[in-house]
């Protein structure tokens, strides 16, 4: 009897490459032939079509000239530079596959200024000349991707598209807007590595790539940058807090949900300009740095959702300007300092879910406050009702005279002390334990 083949699985690697092909090929037609949801978010496939064009488009590092934008003979531009962003702006008008507001409609002809979205202003370095000064697509629902082109703007200080539904990456040609001061690329679809090339931005001191798919590590030169704001939350970036976060002069950061690890350096108590920081839900470790402190100016310090663990640092009472402080959602313990309630300006300070055994009675005047679900004896909804009579310190040891732990008995209250940052050891105390 004769045995049936199998197809190998290279082959089959091979069929599939090329009906890959085939439909990356078919997808560079036109915009007709494939239309995407009017309004809403797009699906994965929409996505995927949309970064396959941007792809496509340029096949090499030169394609940034406006090769396939077609200028009628017929045209007059007022300046060179009001030319350069015409072919921009085409460029960018045939990498959008749906305006479901009609936002580029009136994109038409040489006189740029009146396009809707685009802003005019004297160029700084010859004010007897019009150019393109600011782009502003904000909420405009538009999906497509960026095309190299846009390096053709070269007089550009404001760049805002946040809200829309634009996909692939961010164009290397950006480098080209040496006078850009901010971007605003929230809210979209964007992915890939961190878009390096805002390194390049020599006036960047705005910087919002929030809500998008970014991945991967974040350079520590962006914290060595001039920026005042930088909000790279809700990505999917995967680093280390590195030694010179403290160098960047921002009055605000905001990294949360990304997937970080490591712990949060000392040196965040050079950011004397900081007013506030969201550090929620980043897989943080270790303590707090008794650093943030020095922190004269902050308002506002999230760090909720995260591993840290240790006491809340008395140096946390010198921020005399704190207005909310949230640390729900860790493994802190200890008592909280007193000074910390007693800050003029606290208005809100979250604690819950964490292994706190002490309460100054300051606390429970604060206008709102959340103690739930820690070790405090007489407070409500804790995490053991009959805490306040099993309490008692097991074992006390120091681990090369950094690490203290205390564990607690019988309750689910773990109480772990560490004050090393640069510790990576995590030890839990159970009931009964001995440690040697």
């Not at 790539?209 to 001039?226: A, C, H, M, T, Y």
Request: charged fraction near 20%; glycine fraction near 6%; include cysteine.
């Amino acid at each position: 009897m004769k045995e049936k083949t199998q197809t190998p699985i290279s082959s089959l690697y091979f069929l599939l490459s090329l009906l890959c092909l085939i439909f990356t090929e078919h997808t560079t037609t036109t915009n007709a032939e494939f239309t995407v949801t009017q309004n809403g978010p797009l699906t994965d496939f929409e996505a995927q079509y949309i970064k396959h064009r941007q792809l496509l488009y340029y096949r090499d590092e030169f394609g940034d000239r406006g090769e396939n934008v077609k200028i009628d003979p017929s045209l007059v531009f007022e300046n060179n530079r009001i030319k350069n962003a015409y072919i921009a702006l085409q460029a960018w008008k045939q990498a959008i596959i749906s305006d479901p507001f009609n936002i580029t409609v009136n994109w038409v002809g040489p006189n740029v200024c009146s396009y809707t979205g685009i802003f005019c202003a004297p160029a700084l370095d010859n004010p007897k000349i019009r150019t393109v000064a600011g782009i502003d697509l904000n909420h405009g629902d538009i999906a497509g991707y960026i095309p190299e082109e846009v390096g053709l703007l070269t007089d550009v200080g404001i760049f805002h598209i946040n809200s829309n539904r634009f996909c692939g990456t961010i164009p290397k040609k950006l480098k080209n807007l040496k006078i850009l001061f901010e971007l605003d690329l929230s809210n979209n679809r964007f992915g890939g590595k961190f878009p390096y090339v805002v390194l390049s931005l020599p006036k960047l001191m705005f910087l919002d790539i929030r809500f998008n798919e970014f991945e991967g590590n974040v350079p520590s030169q962006l914290f060595d940058k001039p920026l005042d704001a930088i909000f790279i939350n809700h990505n999917r970036f995967n680093f280390e807090l590195p030694d010179n976060f403290g160098n960047s002069p921002v009055s605000v950061i905001v990294l949360a949900n990304n997937r970080f690890h490591g712990c949060v350096p000392a040196s965040i108590g050079n950011m004397s300009n900081l007013n506030e920081a969201i550090l929620m839900n980043n897989g943080l470790r270790s303590c707090l740095p008794v650093e943030i402190g020095l922190l004269d100016n902050l308002t506002v310090f999230d760090v909720s959702f995260n591993q840290l663990m240790g006491p809340l640092p008395e140096s946390f009472g010198e921020l005399v300007n704190l207005e909310q402080l949230n640390v729900a959602h860790n493994m802190l313990s200890g008592n909280i300092p007193k000074s910390i309630c007693q800050l003029p300006k606290l208005e809100n300070f979250t604690y819950s879910y964490n292994f706190f055994t002490g309460e100054p009675p300051v606390c429970l005047g604060l206008e709102e406050f959340d103690d739930q679900i820690n070790c405090l004896t007489n407070r409500p909804v804790q995490r053991s009702s009959g805490f306040d009579k099993d309490l008692k310190v097991v074992e006390t040891i120091n681990l090369a005279k950094n690490l203290k732990i205390e564990a607690l008995h019988e309750n689910a209250c773990i109480e772990i002390i560490m004050w090393n940052l640069e510790a990576s050891l995590l030890v839990l105390a159970a009931t009964g334990s001995i440690f040697k």
